[in-house]
Antibody, heavy 120, light 107 residues
Framework: QVQLQESGPGLVKPSQTLSLTCTVS??????????WSWIRQHSGKSLEWIGY???????YSNPSLKSRVTISVDTSKNQFSLSLSSVTAADTAVYYC????????????WGQGTLVTVSS | DIQMTQSPFSLSASVGDSVTITCRAS??????VNWYQQKPGKAPKVLIN???SLQAGVPSRFSGSGSGTDFTLTISSLQPEDFATYHC?????????FGGGTTVEIK
């Protein structure tokens, strides 16, 4: 059973870059058929897909965030990362990393989530 | 982007009740809908994929139906552990989008 764990600063200043890492255990990030994803949830209920990356390095991002988002994969560490630039208070949210399975088109495994607050 | 409109926003029900949550897509998405359950402070957990396929280990009191633009999640005979927030999600095309969530509360 694959497990995911987010890590990174819980507080980021406005205009700076939010950086998070997700460590994958119990499975290889280099296995095909899976995308490594970032999803966030604001203090309301709704979830927002940020984007995902394949182990080969191909990435896909939500157009609403695309110009600010970078997702990368480090197969040697079995990790993937999110960078979100020029953050504002609107980027304050719980950030989840998750595995997206190509075959079922499903986010089937999730990290526990990490709260990132944007504030000076 | 495909908009997923979920209703109701919240509902109150008692143990043993049957409840239905609906999700409407802004365009035809065939059967590419997944349902997740989320408890406070926890990550979402998959219940159903492909509109009606129950994930392994999910109790049979959960069921999903629909195709095209209209989808439903039904919980028959609510149990105490079912009080949570439920999300629909379309996987037809990127960007993946979620409904606004429905919170099922204890009456």
């Amino acid at each position: 059973q694959v497990q995911l764990q987010e890590s990174g600063p819980g507080l980021v200043k406005p205009s700076q870059t939010l950086s998070l890492t997700c460590t994958v255990s119990g499975g290889s990030i280099s296995n095909g058929g899976q995308y490594w994803s970032w999803i966030r949830q604001h203090s309301g209920k709704s979830l927002e897909w940020i984007g995902y990356a394949y182990y080969s390095g191909n990435t896909y991002s939500n157009p609403s965030l695309k110009s600010r988002v970078t997702i990368s994969v480090d197969t040697s560490k079995n990790q993937f990362s999110l960078s979100l630039s020029s953050v504002t208070a609107a980027d304050t949210a719980v950030y989840y990393c998750a595995r997206h399975m190509v075959l079922t088109s499903l986010f089937d495994s999730w990290g526990q989530g990490t709260l990132v607050t944007v504030s000076s | 982007d495909i908009q997923m409109t979920q209703s109701p926003f919240s509902l109150s029900a008692s143990v043993g009740d049957s409840v239905t949550i609906t999700c409407r897509a802004s365009q035809n998405i065939d059967s590419y809908v997944n349902w997740y359950q989320q408890k406070p402070g926890k990550a979402p957990k998959v219940l159903i994929n492909g509109a009606s396929s129950l994930q392994a280990g999910v109790p049979s009191r959960f069921s999903g139906s629909g195709s095209g633009t209209d989808f439903t999640l039904t919980i028959s005979s609510l149990q105490p552990e079912d009080f949570a927030t439920y999300h629909c999600q379309q996987s037809y095309i990127t960007p993946h989008t979620f409904g606004g969530g429905t919170t099922v509360e204890i009456k």
